[in-house]
């Protein structure tokens, strides 16, 4: 079973260390790779080169994600070189998002472009991560439309997905279902957000088209003003869905830490993953 752990670039000073502190603790669970997010139109670049750097040099595999939203080929190249030369053999191909206030029309291109570039650059040393979405993506048309983006990025080269995070496992057993329907046959990992507040949680899924549900919306709001208990509550709800999603088939699982141990470390442990 493959466990992966996902951070961003640290921003504040003495960061790197802080992070470092993390790693250290969720090391003990023996993850396959340690991801590094990519900001809005390339505004983490040099923050995400760093915290590669600083990863592989702790000698963890590290993979950086990398986007097409505001990149040219040249810097694409450029930090793919970077990357090949760290001893990277992992990337997360991503559409990524436009600087604020550019918009999404003004995407010319997606993932899938960027697979294509990947592979015309660097052919097949790098093992691909794709996003998928159980959930649909918030832009897209219909299901059936969001598959087929999907289905068109695996076929131009990626290896495997991560999924975006939800707390509906349902849905991702439909959108495996669907997926194998069409033909799709790379691991899918379902992505996992470690609930520990009510209203980032509840912010941060509207933005990005992940469903709360009504159940779960309602226990949080009432536990708002006890961090210990919607702590432990958040806990228990993200175990019980890791275990089911594990029971019926899930190839392993994707934390997104937000560069954080404690909430997903309780997770690990309650699933007995480690030495």
């Excluded at 003990?28 to 995400?48: C, L, M």
């Excluded at 934390?255 to 480690?274: D, H, K, M, P, V």
Aim: some cysteine; hydrophobic content about 40%; aromatic content about 10%.
């Amino acid at each position: 079973m493959r466990i992966s752990f996902e951070f961003f670039p640290p921003r504040a000073e003495g960061g790197m260390e802080s992070l470092g502190r993390v790693v250290d603790r969720l090391a003990a669970f023996s993850p396959e790779f340690y991801s590094v997010t990519y900001g809005a139109g390339g505004s983490t670049r040099d923050g995400t080169l760093d915290t590669i750097r600083y990863l592989c040099g702790k000698s963890m595999n590290a993979a950086p994600h990398l986007s097409i939203g505001g990149d040219t080929p040249e810097q694409t190249a450029a930090l793919l070189d970077a990357y090949d030369e760290m001893g990277v053999t992992r990337v997360v191909a991503l559409r990524g998002d436009l600087p604020s206030g550019l918009g999404r029309s003004r995407f010319a291109t997606n993932a899938e472009a960027l697979v294509r570039r990947i592979r015309k650059h660097n052919g097949e040393h790098f093992h691909l991560e794709v996003a998928a979405y159980p959930e649909v993506h918030p832009d897209a048309t219909s299901p059936e439309s969001d598959l087929e983006f999907f289905r068109r990025k695996v076929q131009a080269g990626a290896n495997s997905a991560i999924t975006q995070y939800f707390y509906n496992a349902p849905a991702y057993y439909d959108f495996v279902a669907r997926a194998r329907a069409a033909g799709i046959t790379v691991p899918i990992f379902p992505g996992i957000m470690p609930i520990t507040n009510f209203e980032g949680i509840v912010r941060f899924s509207g933005n990005c088209g992940a469903d709360v549900p009504r159940w779960i919306h309602k226990r949080l709001e009432s536990l708002q003003h006890d961090k210990g208990a919607l702590k432990a509550f958040g806990i228990e709800v993200v175990t019980r869905m890791c275990e089911d999603l594990l029971a019926n088939g899930a190839p392993g699982l994707h934390f997104y830490t937000l560069n954080r141990w404690g909430a997903t470390s309780r997770i690990c442990e309650n699933l007995g993953l480690g030495a």
